[in-house]
């Protein structure tokens, strides 16, 4: 039997060779050609983060960002919020993409349950891009126009995003997952202008059919003027409406010059592309990202800390409604080709996504916590069954990654391949902590703080720790910072979202831990946020949907980060009077926020409570709650002098210590994992 790994075990050194080819070692000989030498990568990090703007000014030379017009300088204001980038440049993150156009070489790779590995070349991709871009200004989509969509992850929706964001217009997406009321809730707030949608999506060897969603969808979007439809399938099902054009009519048109095509030349921080992260009240937060922030980013982040080059494949599993599919897409500014998959990770076996590794020769490939949890349980060892000739690198990201978890790749895949965890947000669609392939990898641990990014853990007095446990905070701007969010006009949302807790500091909402050597711990939410899988969930979806079951008084929800990779998020509800939870009620539960938001919103349990806890001004107390189940002692966990009903923590002390078996991780516990309810 294999020894458990300790954290912080030595696991991987890169070879000199492999030091002297990494991407790092060239950027560095570069600053050293130009008076700047720095001996370590913590030097250069330092550097980075204090000399902002030497340091994104030799980003923006090395990785040869063009303009149409100069900036006048890298930052015109520094402060958070607020910080200005690069005032007077005019870009387009598109145009960048194009510039990779190759004539006969592969853009990108495509597969799903249905279809096997397809390639779309540079020249193909550029043409309908320039089509669709053509359309959309003969339709009167204008710089600043919303465009929306409601595609699974295939080629047509790189198509249409790039096509969206080359013309100025900004771009936002919901996979087809999404319920009506998840989409609506998202895509009302920005009012858009036209929809590209399809009539469903496949997963785990089942078809879903979304053509009563889209009617919901299409019927409560008063701003759209035009629905382009995608039968993805059926190629014969019936549009949506009589008035939808299919994606086959809009594109079968001339084509349209390269030398003839304009892209829309826009400010550094126009907005490129909406996300939406969770809200614990209201609304989904709707995420403004610019051009510029984006772009030079993600240039930074894949050359330097993902070593990533032209001609290299990279996969990592995601759907068209999770910030990772943004990251993946813009590989294509190095042109790295994308590998899109759409469908279930583990269908119709656990190998899936190994045989579709060696098929397209990735040299990158993504995964989850969550997902090694799932390989090892079905004792899959893809190093044995595999050709992995070309696979460089395996990124771990969208939990807290455990020692046996890092471990695993080097037990079960290479044990000489770069394992570069990362750790980041929607907010910034980027990560703030992560691989640098010039250094060791130890288990559990990540390798480094990104350059440009002044990540540190805060106490609760604003000091920044080492060795403990504190808030992850970013003390300096970056970026790829929102520009704003939407109809937030002052800013106030904003800035409570973020800058609440400590004035001019931006709070992520994580725990983060920072070792002696620079080595980080992302730990889980410090907040009522929701994580499943990677992809954030605001519990103000939960409460809004079962506001509509009528045997649901009241409701509390929270989600654990176990060890192994393992989530847990348990539903706590207050019946009304004289009910009793039955399977009855618990379908209806699960099958409502299946309906109108998405199987992720579907609790692992749902459990029957004699009363929510809540303050003495009325708010529910996930934190705390999240905090006595993970094993804090309550009275630690919560002031229950703050609160309307202090006894009512009693409950879950007492569920917590049933299941603490479980929670801790030991054998033997009591709490199923997902089943049936959580399928999609």
Same mark, same amino acid.
């Given at each position: 039997?294999?020894?458990?790994?300790?954290?912080?075990?030595?696991?991987?050194?890169?070879?000199?060779?492999?030091?002297a080819?990494?991407?790092?070692?060239?950027?560095?000989?570069?600053?050293?050609a130009?008076?700047?030498?720095?001996?370590?990568?913590?030097?250069?990090?330092?550097?980075? &983060?204090?000399?902002l703007?030497?340091f994104?000014?030799?980003?923006w030379d090395?990785?040869g960002?063009?303009?149409?017009a +100069?900036?006048? /300088?890298?930052?015109?204001?520094?402060?958070? #919020?607020?910080?200005e980038?690069?005032p007077?440049?005019?870009?387009?993150?598109?145009?960048h993409?194009?510039?990779?156009?190759?004539p006969?070489?592969?853009?990108?790779?495509?597969?799903?349950e249905?279809?096997p590995?397809?390639?779309?070349?540079w020249?193909?991709?550029?043409?309908?891009v320039?089509?669709?871009?053509t359309?959309?200004?003969?339709?009167g989509?204008?710089r600043?126009?919303?465009?929306?969509?409601?595609?699974?992850?295939?080629p047509? =929706?790189?198509?249409?995003?790039? =096509?969206?964001?080359?013309?100025?217009?900004?771009w936002?997406s919901?996979?087809?997952d999404?319920?009506?009321?998840?989409?609506?809730?998202?895509?009302?707030?920005?009012?858009?202008?036209?929809l590209?949608?399809?009539d469903?999506? !496949?997963?785990?060897?089942?078809?879903?059919?979304?053509?009563?969603?889209?009617q919901?969808?299409?019927?409560?979007?008063?701003?759209?003027? !035009?629905?382009?439809? @995608?039968p993805?399938?059926?190629?014969?099902?019936?549009?949506p409406?009589?008035?939808?054009l299919?994606?086959?009519?809009v594109?079968?048109?001339?084509?349209?010059?390269?030398?003839?095509?304009?892209?829309?030349q826009?400010?550094f921080?126009?907005?490129?592309?909406?996300?939406?992260?969770?809200?614990?009240?209201?609304?989904?937060?709707?995420?403004v990202?610019?051009?510029?922030?984006?772009?030079?980013e993600?240039?930074?982040? *894949?050359?330097?800390h993902m070593?990533?080059?032209?001609?290299?494949?990279?996969?990592?599993?995601?759907?068209?409604?999770?910030?990772?599919?943004?990251?993946?897409?813009s590989?294509?500014?190095?042109?790295?080709? +994308? &590998?899109?998959?759409? %469908?279930?990770?583990?269908y119709?076996?656990?190998?899936?996504?190994?045989?579709?590794?060696?098929?397209?020769?990735?040299?990158?490939?993504?995964?989850? +916590?969550?997902?090694?949890?799932?390989?090892?349980q079905?004792?899959?060892?893809?190093?044995q069954?595999?050709?992995?000739?070309? @696979?460089?690198?395996?990124m771990?990201?969208?939990? #807290?990654?455990?020692a046996?978890?890092?471990?695993w790749?080097?037990?079960?895949?290479?044990?000489?391949v770069?394992?570069?965890t990362?750790?980041?947000?929607?907010?910034v669609c980027?990560?703030?902590?992560?691989?640098?392939?010039t250094?060791?990898v130890?288990?559990?641990?990540?390798q480094? /703080?990104?350059?440009?990014?002044?990540?540190q853990?805060?106490?609760e007095?604003?000091?920044?720790?080492?060795?403990?446990v504190?808030?992850?905070?970013?003390?300096a701007?970056?970026?790829?910072?929102?520009?704003?969010?939407?109809?937030?006009?002052?800013?106030?949302?904003y800035? *409570?979202?973020?800058?609440? !807790?400590?004035? %001019?500091?931006?709070r992520?909402?994580?725990?983060?831990?920072?070792?002696?050597?620079?080595g980080?711990?992302? @730990?889980?939410?410090?907040? =009522?946020?929701?994580?499943?899988?990677g992809?954030?969930? %605001?519990?103000?979806?939960?409460?809004?949907?079962l506001?509509t079951?009528?045997?649901?008084?009241d409701?509390?929800?929270?989600?654990?980060?176990l060890?192994?990779?393992?989530f847990?998020?348990?539903l706590f509800?207050?019946?009304?009077?004289?009910?009793e939870?039955?399977p009855?009620?618990?379908d209806?539960?699960c099958?409502r926020?299946r309906?109108?938001?998405?199987?992720?919103h579907?609790?692992?349990?749902?459990?029957?409570?004699?009363?929510?806890p809540?303050?003495?001004?009325?708010?529910k107390?996930?934190?705390?709650?999240r905090?006595?189940?993970?094993?804090?002692?309550?009275?630690?966990?919560a002031n /229950?002098?703050?609160?309307?009903?202090?006894?009512s923590?009693?409950?879950y002390?007492?569920? =917590?210590?049933?299941? !603490?078996d479980?929670?801790?991780? /030991?054998?033997?516990?009591?709490i199923?994992?997902?089943?049936?309810?959580?399928?999609?």
């Amino acid at each position: 039997m294999t020894e458990p790994v300790r954290e912080g075990s030595l696991l991987w050194t890169p070879t000199a060779t492999q030091v002297a080819d990494a991407n790092l070692t060239a950027f560095r000989a570069w600053l050293a050609a130009r008076g700047r030498r720095f001996e370590s990568y913590e030097a250069l990090w330092r550097w980075s &983060v204090t000399d902002l703007e030497g340091f994104w000014q030799a980003i923006w030379d090395y990785c040869g960002i063009e303009c149409s017009a +100069p900036p006048q /300088r890298v930052l015109g204001r520094r402060e958070m #919020p607020g910080a200005e980038w690069f005032p007077g440049a005019r870009l387009n993150y598109a145009q960048h993409v194009l510039r990779r156009e190759r004539p006969g070489e592969t853009a990108l790779l495509w597969a799903s349950e249905f279809a096997p590995l397809t390639s779309m070349s540079w020249t193909e991709l550029a043409a309908q891009v320039r089509i669709l871009g053509t359309w959309m200004r003969d339709m009167g989509v204008r710089r600043g126009d919303r465009v929306a969509s409601y595609l699974p992850n295939t080629p047509q =929706a790189v198509i249409a995003m790039l =096509a969206t964001t080359s013309i100025g217009a900004t771009w936002a997406s919901c996979s087809p997952d999404f319920g009506w009321r998840g989409v609506l809730d998202r895509f009302r707030q920005l009012e858009p202008k036209l929809l590209l949608c399809a009539d469903g999506y !496949q997963y785990g060897g089942r078809r879903f059919d979304r053509t009563d969603e889209l009617q919901h969808i299409i019927r409560g979007l008063a701003s759209l003027e !035009q629905v382009i439809w @995608l039968p993805y399938l059926d190629p014969g099902a019936s549009k949506p409406t009589a008035e939808a054009l299919s994606w086959d009519e809009v594109l079968n048109r001339p084509p349209v010059p390269a030398a003839a095509f304009e892209f829309e030349q826009v400010p550094f921080d126009h907005p490129l592309w909406i996300l939406f992260s969770s809200g614990t009240t209201g609304l989904p937060k709707a995420i403004v990202h610019g051009h510029g922030g984006i772009l030079i980013e993600q240039l930074k982040l *894949q050359t330097l800390h993902m070593d990533l080059r032209a001609g290299d494949r990279m996969f990592f599993f995601t759907t068209t409604g999770w910030m990772m599919w943004n990251f993946l897409v813009s590989s294509l500014l190095l042109g790295v080709c +994308p &590998v899109l998959y759409d %469908g279930n990770p583990t269908y119709p076996g656990p190998e899936v996504l190994w045989q579709l590794a060696q098929e397209c020769g990735a040299a990158l490939f993504g995964a989850s +916590p969550a997902f090694v949890e799932l390989m090892s349980q079905a004792g899959l060892v893809p190093g044995q069954h595999y050709e992995l000739k070309e @696979l460089r690198a395996i990124m771990p990201a969208g939990s #807290p990654v455990s020692a046996e978890c890092t471990a695993w790749f080097y037990r079960n895949v290479k044990n000489d391949v770069w394992v570069c965890t990362g750790s980041g947000g929607t907010d910034v669609c980027t990560g703030f902590v992560g691989g640098v392939p010039t250094e060791p990898v130890y288990a559990g641990e990540i390798q480094a /703080r990104h350059l440009g990014v002044d990540a540190q853990a805060f106490n609760e007095r604003g000091e920044s720790v080492i060795d403990e446990v504190g808030e992850l905070v970013i003390t300096a701007p970056m970026p790829s910072m929102p520009v704003g969010l939407w109809d937030d006009a002052d800013g106030s949302r904003y800035r *409570q979202s973020y800058f609440a !807790q400590f004035p %001019g500091v931006w709070r992520h909402g994580d725990f983060f831990r920072v070792n002696g050597r620079g080595g980080c711990f992302v @730990l889980g939410r410090s907040d =009522a946020t929701l994580n499943r899988q990677g992809v954030r969930i %605001g519990t103000a979806e939960i409460y809004g949907a079962l506001a509509t079951v009528s045997e649901v008084e009241d409701a509390l929800i929270v989600n654990l980060d176990l060890p192994g990779g393992k989530f847990f998020m348990p539903l706590f509800v207050k019946l009304a009077a004289g009910l009793e939870l039955t399977p009855a009620i618990e379908d209806k539960i699960c099958s409502r926020l299946r309906r109108e938001y998405t199987p992720r919103h579907v609790p692992d349990r749902i459990v029957q409570v004699p009363e929510i806890p809540v303050t003495l001004t009325g708010k529910k107390m996930e934190v705390p709650v999240r905090r006595i189940l993970l094993g804090i002692p309550a009275d630690q966990a919560a002031n /229950r002098n703050a609160m309307a009903n202090p006894g009512s923590l009693d409950f879950y002390v007492r569920y =917590a210590a049933a299941q !603490q078996d479980y929670l801790a991780g /030991r054998p033997g516990g009591g709490i199923p994992m997902p089943g049936g309810r959580a399928d999609r």
